[in-house]
């Protein structure tokens, strides 16, 4: 089968080594390349006015720490075509005025038929379409009807367009076949948002086949005293992991320790914190280290905790509890669905230290075999989502999943 993905996040050969950007659509891409089919991704690329690819570094750490959303380098204003690791790739920039806006029709319009033109000339004729995040993809999958006929499904990662611009968002769902949200929660939010009869199916993230097949449960290294703890992820204020070094300085009397991975503009405000709290003698930040390393560290780690706000999904969550780790996420944000409390890991009102505290403290408590047995859970829960399952079972949610997209009517009876 020959598939286009359109994704607004994709890896680049001109990305700042800076970028957080995550990989996880080549994930998906690679997969369905190793299954068999033939991919070609187009990066849609919001061309915002050139001053704002000028401002100065802090403000635009301050942007991404305040709306999620990373300001690129100048360079990748410009459509380019090129290969990743074995996936053909073209970049098309659309031009938008203001940012998390929309675009409009006629940028919209002028982009599909430069992704038609760049397609004819590797005749590339998709029998499917898929659009990740809902700006500019929910408007290209509608108007690149025009040209193809196939199959086509969205999958939002946050329900921000669909509050936002809600009326735009139906009118373009009227010409998509299936609709997917990256976490139970936000599949839920669509359905009600956007009057869907249907609820949406589930995207979610996997964990790389090959990590699982190197390591085996570990549980028995939650057995003991409980004194290595563990965050992964960016340093910025809607992660809380200020909360996790507050609610372990609670615990004073105890003999623990706190490895965070990560960058960003939280880090010398959490730098500051664990002196003033007296305990930055067992905090080690490690910044910014390669995955492969981040698995060591995860390894050895026995907690792993992040109770942020507004996360889609968090992969890294299923990467620690593949390593076996006692794992904690966030009540009523993307995981939860996915961790079950006290049966594959522990959930916890995010950004609460009496929360967290009473999680932490719940840990300490239990006994050997619990832990043994919540860890080993949690482990298997990571062997089933690995990258090639997750990617499979999502393509059988978009060609063979449920019905199409329906809409319910409004009160007065008429078609939306």
């Known amino acids: 089968m020959k598939i286009l993905m359109l994704t607004t ?46 401002l100065p570094g802090k403000i635009k ?7 999620s959303f990373e300001v690129p380098d100048p360079k990748i204003r410009k459509n380019i075509e090129y290969d990743y690791e074995g996936i053909h790739v073209f970049r098309e920039n659309i031009r938008k005025v203001i940012p998390r806006g929309l675009s409009s029709d006629r940028e919209i319009s002028k982009c599909a038929e430069s992704i038609a033109a760049s397609l004819n000339t590797i005749e590339f004729e998709p029998d ?10 929910a408007q290209l999958l509608a108007e690149l009807k025009r040209f193809y006929s196939c199959r086509n499904a969205l999958i939002f990662h946050s329900s ?19 609709i997917g949200g990256r976490s139970e929660k936000l599949a839920e939010e669509l359905r009600d948002i956007l009057q869907l009869k249907q609820k949406p199916f589930v995207c979610y993230s996997g964990v790389p086949d090959e990590y699982i097949r190197q390591s085996d449960s570990n549980e028995d290294k939650v057995a003991g005293d409980i004194t290595r703890f563990l965050y992964v992820g960016e340093l910025i204020r809607r992660k809380n992991v200020d909360i996790i070094i507050r609610t ?16 960003g503009n939280e880090l010398y405000t959490l730098q500051k914190l664990a002196v003033k709290l007296d305990v930055a003698d ?52 993307g995981i939860d669905g996915v961790i ?33 047995r919540i860890a080993r859970s949690g482990y298997e829960t990571a062997c089933r989502m690995t990258d090639s399952n997750v990617a499979f079972n999502y393509l059988n ?20």
């Open 9 to 54: 996040v994709y890896p680049r050969p001109d990305s700042s080594k800076a970028s957080t950007a995550t990989k996880v659509i080549h994930y998906f891409t690679s997969e369905w390349k190793k299954a068999g089919h033939d991919v070609v991704v187009v990066h849609t690329i919001n061309a915002l006015p050139k001053f704002v690819y000028y």
């Open 61 to 67: 750490e301050i942007i991404k720490a305040k709306l």
């Open 128 to 137: 499917l379409i898929v659009g990740h995040w809902a700006s500019p993809n």
């Open 160 to 178: 921000f367009y669909a509050v936002r611009f809600t009326e735009k968002m139906k009118e373009c769902i009227k010409y998509i076949d299936r």
């Open 248 to 263: 372990l300085a609670g615990f004073k009397d105890r003999p623990w320790s706190l490895d965070i991975v990560g960058v």
């Open 282 to 333: 067992r905090v080690r930040f490690y910044g910014r280290i390669s995955r492969d390393e981040v698995f060591k560290i995860m390894h050895q780690a026995q907690v792993f905790t992040m109770v942020s706000r507004g996360e889609a999904f968090g992969l890294v969550y299923l990467e620690a509890m593949a390593n076996s780790c006692l794992t904690i996420g966030s009540m009523g944000e």
């Open 340 to 372: 079950e409390d006290e049966v594959n890991g522990f959930l916890c009102e995010a950004g609460s230290v009496d929360a967290l505290k009473c999680v932490y403290q719940r840990i300490f408590d239990m006994p050997p075999g619990e832990r043994r």
């Open 397 to 416: 949610d978009i060609m063979e999943g449920g019905m199409l997209i329906e809409m319910l009517p409004p009160k007065d009876g008429k078609a939306i």
